[in-house]
């Protein structure tokens, strides 16, 4: 075996190795622990599968192997298929596990295989910190990972190379997963990123490849996107967290003013430079950082660019909890777990007693916001701030 696993392991270094055994495709991390008694649902079959992607680290071929036969037992039953040659390694050894598995029944090899998972993510749940391996990075697929346990469902941003820069795919589909959490069982849903930073806000190339004479379309369904997406926050039904893991900028720091707890490690920084970018505010931050702060603070953070600590953003009220960066993940996930133990339909109807009589307000401030920074992508300062990011002159 040992030889088998020196070649994947080989295989895998250098990116040769894709599906089924990449490790994306696996089942995963299932957080929450089952007894012997219970059985594992497909709920928690599939939230292992998401679990999988947050695995801190490799877990090793051999365990690799084990997921992977535990994974087609559960899904196909009994290895049916003919066995790879002798010198097919990989296949060999992948059919090799499988087969082992002779007529373990299809719950079991669930159960396993959520237990397996489970055990896996006791070494790698302290930190929080998530460093995927680099074939878990294709845009669209793995840039947002959504992961249900103790009554939280997290969504998190999985784009670090990139800053977890958002991209329309990753505004779809933090969509459709405000959407799922909202009915889903879980009492909280958290928003935070992978990596170092939280999030560096609307992605810069979303404003390149526009064909000519496709322009001002572009910039209007970009509006419809974004007035859509921030209807999303204004509507959210359950307290929302942003665990803020380290610096923001963008529309990533002007949605927190429509979050109901904002928790930050003391790394965190947070930024809006709209007018650097030719951009105007968006996110409903032109009501909701006035309202927070004061008009004044509000102008520096939103008109002139400047950059707050997070306990500076803490003092103006865009932050709830300054945490130290070496205790940040723990500390948070501690009283999350706490809060989400509370009874989960008062924790909903007291947000929107606290929430519900601003909500039309925030749907018109959104349009209005939406449709002048449809004009703003249209004007030369907007374009020249953008040609310069991507000409790397400047940085914000
Ligand atoms: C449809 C809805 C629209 C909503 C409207 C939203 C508006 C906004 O959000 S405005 C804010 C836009 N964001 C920015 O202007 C940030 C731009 N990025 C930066 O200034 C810097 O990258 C940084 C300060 C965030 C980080 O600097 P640094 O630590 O030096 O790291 P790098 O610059 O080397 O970044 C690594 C890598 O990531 C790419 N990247 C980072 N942010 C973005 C981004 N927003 N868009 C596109 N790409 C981004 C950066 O280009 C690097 O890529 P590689 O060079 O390929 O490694």
């Not at 998190?156 to 459709?176: C, E, F």
């Not at 660019?305 to 940040?328: H, I, M, N, W």
């Not at 519900?356 to 916001?369: F, Q, S, T, V, Y």
């Amino acid at each position: 075996m040992a030889g088998v696993a020196g070649r994947l392991a080989r295989r895998w270094c250098s990116g040769a190795l894709r599906s089924p055994l990449q490790i994306t495709r696996f089942p995963a991390l299932q957080l929450h622990v089952c007894g012997p008694a219970m059985r594992a649902s497909q709920k928690d079959f599939e939230n292992a599968m998401n679990q999988v992607k947050l695995l801190k680290k490799d877990p090793g071929n051999e365990v690799k192997l084990k997921l992977y036969a535990l994974y087609k037992q559960a899904t196909e039953g009994p290895c049916n298929v003919p066995k790879p040659g002798v010198l097919d390694f990989i296949n060999k050894a992948k059919w090799d596990a499988w087969h082992a598995l002779g007529s373990l029944p299809k719950e079991t090899a669930r159960q396993n295989y959520v237990d397996l998972v489970s055990s896996l993510s006791a070494s790698s749940e302290s930190s929080g910190q998530v460093t995927p391996a680099a074939d878990r990075k294709q845009p669209g697929s793995d840039a947002l990972v959504v992961t249900s346990r103790d009554g939280i469902t997290t969504i998190t941003l999985n784009r670090p190379d990139k800053k977890n820069a958002l991209t329309p795919q990753m505004y779809h589909d933090i969509m459709l997963a405000l959407e799922a959490a909202s009915k889903d069982d879980s009492a909280i849903t958290v928003l935070t990123g992978n990596g170092d930073y939280y999030c560096s806000g609307n992605d810069l190339t979303n404003f390149t490849d526009i064909p000519p004479g496709e322009v001002e379309e572009r910039a209007r369904s970009g509006a419809v996107l974004l007035r859509d997406f921030v209807d999303c926050f204004i509507d959210f039904p359950k307290p929302l967290v942003a665990v803020v893991n380290g610096p923001a900028v963008g529309i990533s720091v002007t949605l927190l003013g429509l979050f109901d707890i904002v928790y930050a490690t003391d790394r965190a920084t947070f930024h809006t430079p709209f007018s650097h970018l030719g951009q105007s505010p968006e996110g409903c931050s032109s009501y909701t950082f006035p309202k927070m702060m004061g008009p004044s603070k509000a102008t520096e953070m939103l008109v002139f660019g400047k950059k707050l600590t997070a306990r500076e953003a803490c003092t103006q009220g865009l932050v709830t909890e300054v945490f130290p960066d070496s205790t940040f993940q723990k500390e948070v996930w501690v009283r999350l777990k706490a809060y989400s133990k509370l009874p989960p339909n008062a924790m909903r109807i007291s947000k929107q007693v606290i929430r519900n009589r601003e909500k039309e307000k925030l749907h018109a401030i959104n349009a209005e916001e939406s449709s002048i920074l449809q004009e703003r992508w249209l004007s030369d300062e907007c374009m020249n701030a953008i040609v310069n990011f991507l000409s790397k002159k400047a940085k914000l």
